[in-house]
């Protein structure tokens, strides 16, 4: 055999291990990005994510709330210095709230994709946040825009609760179909073995 010849089947060998590699590193890719795919939407939909959102929702109502207050001078505080010093506190608190329900908002998107769209609490609820997150970058709001703010956060504290109960609901209903399943399995078992009981006693009569 030449080098020449060599040099040929080694470098076939070489394209058939290429081809036959390839694959394999694609699908392993696509199998993490999957399964990364369902640990996030099993995190978004969990109870503790969304009792986390609850907390982070009423500590927003309540920024809103005092920051209303004290522009309506109900609570007063008669220190120029330390009453900036709390606007710009309360604000820019409420803003970095508003920005982890706004990339929430995306990641929703993201994962759920055409599902999200399809739910309209789901596309509300962005709506509430987006006109929130651009209600606290303006300066300064009116008393009726800080109380649609305050609304808004209602809205959203409403509507995850009503969603948590929802999926409780369901959580039950399915192991209750469970249950059932599993006793009609359990009743057909019970019935093949009386058919089988009654056919040794007829066989052993014969006998």
């Known amino acids: 055999m030449t080098s ?19 694959p394999v590193t694609s699908s392993g890719h696509t199998t993490r990005c999957e399964r990364l795919h369902k640990e996030v939407e099993e995190v978004l939909e969990s109870h503790p994510f969304h009792i986390i959102v609850i907390v982070l929702v009423l500590v927003d109502l309540v920024i809103v709330t ?7 001078e109900i609570i007063e505080i ?7 010093h709390w606007e710009h506190g309360l604000h820019f608190s ?3 709230i508003l920005t982890v329900f706004l990339c929430e908002v995306l990641l929703k998107i993201y994962i759920f994709r055409s599902k999200f769209f399809k ?4 596309v509300f609820d962005a709506v509430v946040v987006l006109i ?18 305050i609304i808004g956060r209602l809205w959203r504290v409403a509507r995850i609760i009503n969603g948590i109960i929802l999926s409780l609901n369901t959580a039950k209903d399915e192991e209750l179909k469970a249950l059932k399943e599993e006793n009609e399995k359990l009743k057909e078992e019970v019935e093949e073995l009386k058919a089988t009981i009654e056919n040794l006693k007829n066989g052993s009569v014969s006998g």
Do not use: M, Q, W, Y
């Not at 005092?66 to 309506?72: A, M, P, Q, R, S």
């Open 4 to 22: 020449a010849s060599v040099r040929t089947d080694a470098a076939r060998d070489e394209d058939k291990f290429e081809v036959t590699v390839t």
């Open 94 to 96: 409420s803003i970095a």
């Open 119 to 122: 739910n309209c609490f789901e």
């Open 78 to 84: 008669h220190d120029e210095k330390e009453k900036e």
């Open 132 to 149: 929130s997150f651009i209600l606290d970058l303006l300066p300064s709001v009116g008393t009726t825009a800080a109380e649609l703010i």
């Open 66 to 72: 005092v920051e209303l207050l004290i522009d309506l």
